[in-house]
């Protein structure tokens, strides 16, 4: 039997208002820790409950999240989503490291955003090097009967510079970067259409439905790539939806942008993730201005959301492990 956490009051709370939150610039410049820990609960309550899946614990917050138990009390008095079973609270993963991105907490995902920025940085310089990345399929239900069963979609098997391993999970990609794939440069006035949103990790329902980032503002890099495609391609630029991996090391992930034509060639662009980059102070805005492209770093797959390998017809996680190997100055 579960039943949903309310307010201290033993009341429903209140739906946020959009209006009233911070804009993503000062969210997290203003005010104390109680401040900016109500802000993120604020934003996490705008994605309505009908999304939630509550299967974390206190334990697995702290572990996945590094949010430990005097936080997640102060959470939960905050209003934090959550369900009681047998007088455990659980919580949505998504919400979870939502938070911990909002508070900045260091865990796996906000350390891995240092080699996001390390790697633009590095595949964007003079010299050319090569991404390689060991592409991993992994059970999406483990513990069930009978032997796994891994399919590769056609898009990773024709991917240039994939090469699949007689293991079916396994595979390697091998993409060469040169610093003139970051050359490029967006309209800074289209790039500016995204700097109102916040960044904010979303349920699966949620990633391509552009009516919730007009309602809230917010937006993962699915939806804001979607956006800014759509936008671009208003204000009369030849724009597409770019999907596949964005490379860095020591872990790549599955990624979405924008490309725009631009000379004959497509050039990638992200300036929500830039954005995101820049606010943490990883990148420089100076060096790293939203509208600069981050080709460098991209293997584009498909021109739509895809999902690469499949178990048993559902969606398989990967992990991508990556090595950056520098060019022969020879």
């Given at each position: 039997?579960?039943?949903?956490?309310?307010?201290?009051?033993?009341?429903?709370?209140?739906?946020?208002?959009?209006?009233?939150?911070?804009?993503?610039?000062?969210?997290?410049?203003?005010?104390g820790?109680?401040?900016?820990?109500?802000?993120?609960?604020?934003?996490?309550?705008?994605?309505?409950?009908?999304?939630r899946?509550?299967?974390?614990?206190?334990?697995?917050a702290?572990?996945?999240?590094?949010?430990?138990?005097?936080?997640i009390?102060?959470?939960?008095?905050?209003?934090?989503?959550?369900?009681?079973?047998?007088?455990?609270?659980?919580?949505?993963?998504?919400?979870?490291?939502?938070?911990?991105?909002?508070?900045?907490?260091?865990?796996?995902?906000?350390?891995?955003?240092?080699?996001?920025?390390?790697?633009?940085?590095?595949?964007?310089?003079?010299?050319?090097?090569?991404?390689?990345?060991?592409?991993?399929?992994?059970?999406?239900?483990?513990?069930?009967?009978?032997?796994?069963?891994?399919?590769?979609?056609?898009?990773?098997?024709?991917?240039?510079?994939?090469?699949?391993?007689?293991?079916?999970?396994?595979?390697?990609?091998?993409?060469?970067a040169?610093?003139?794939?970051?050359?490029?440069?967006?309209?800074?006035?289209?790039?500016?259409?995204?700097?109102?949103?916040?960044?904010?990790?979303?349920?699966?329902?949620?990633?391509?439905?552009?009516?919730?980032?007009?309602?809230?503002?917010?937006?993962?890099?699915?939806?804001?790539?979607?956006?800014?495609?759509?936008?671009?391609?208003?204000?009369?630029?030849?724009?597409?939806?770019?999907?596949?991996?964005?490379?860095?090391?020591?872990?790549?992930?599955i990624?979405?942008?924008?490309?725009?034509?631009?000379?004959?060639?497509?050039?990638?662009?992200?300036?929500?993730?830039?954005?995101?980059?820049?606010?943490?102070?990883?990148?420089?805005?100076?060096?790293?201005?939203?509208?600069?492209?981050?080709g460098?770093c991209?293997?584009r797959?498909?021109?739509?959301?895809?999902w690469?390998?499949?178990?048993?017809?559902?969606?398989?996680?990967?992990?991508?492990?990556?090595?950056?190997?520098?060019?022969?100055?020879?």
């Open positions: 039997m579960t039943r949903p956490r309310t307010a201290r009051a033993d009341r429903p709370l209140p739906a946020p208002d959009p209006a009233a939150l911070p804009s993503p610039a000062t969210a997290t410049a203003t005010g820790p109680a401040d900016r820990l109500a802000e993120a609960v604020a934003r996490v309550r705008l994605v309505p409950d009908r999304y899946e509550f299967r974390q614990d206190g334990r697995q702290a572990r996945e999240h590094g949010i430990g138990p005097d936080l009390e102060e959470l939960g008095e905050a209003g934090l989503p959550s369900q009681i079973r047998y007088g455990v609270d659980y919580f949505d993963r998504v919400d979870l490291a939502n938070i911990a991105l909002a508070l900045r907490l260091p865990n796996a995902r906000t350390l891995a955003m240092r080699g996001w920025a390390k790697s633009l940085r590095t595949a964007s310089g003079a010299a050319a090097g090569t991404f390689e990345v060991e592409v991993r399929a992994h059970c999406p239900q483990p513990g069930h009967p009978g032997e796994c069963e891994y399919t590769r979609s056609e898009a990773l098997r024709f991917l240039d510079g994939y090469t699949p391993a007689a293991v079916p999970t396994l595979g390697q990609l091998r993409h060469r040169t610093a003139t794939e970051s050359t490029g440069r967006l309209p800074e006035a289209v790039a500016g259409l995204l700097r109102p949103l916040h960044f904010q990790l979303l349920p699966e329902p949620l990633r391509a439905d552009l009516g919730f980032l007009a309602e809230t503002g917010l937006a993962d890099c699915d939806l804001a790539a979607l956006y800014l495609t759509r936008e671009a391609g208003r204000l009369g630029l030849a724009a597409r939806y770019g999907f596949g991996f964005f490379l860095a090391a020591p872990y790549s992930i990624h979405a942008w924008t490309e725009v034509l631009d000379g004959g060639e497509w050039h990638a662009f992200d300036p929500h993730l830039l954005n995101l980059l820049g606010d943490w102070s990883l990148l420089d805005p100076k060096e790293w201005p939203s509208h600069r492209s981050i460098s991209t293997a797959v498909s021109n739509h959301h895809l690469l390998t499949t178990h048993h017809g559902a969606c398989a996680p990967l992990s991508l492990a990556t090595h950056w190997a520098e060019a022969d100055a020879s």
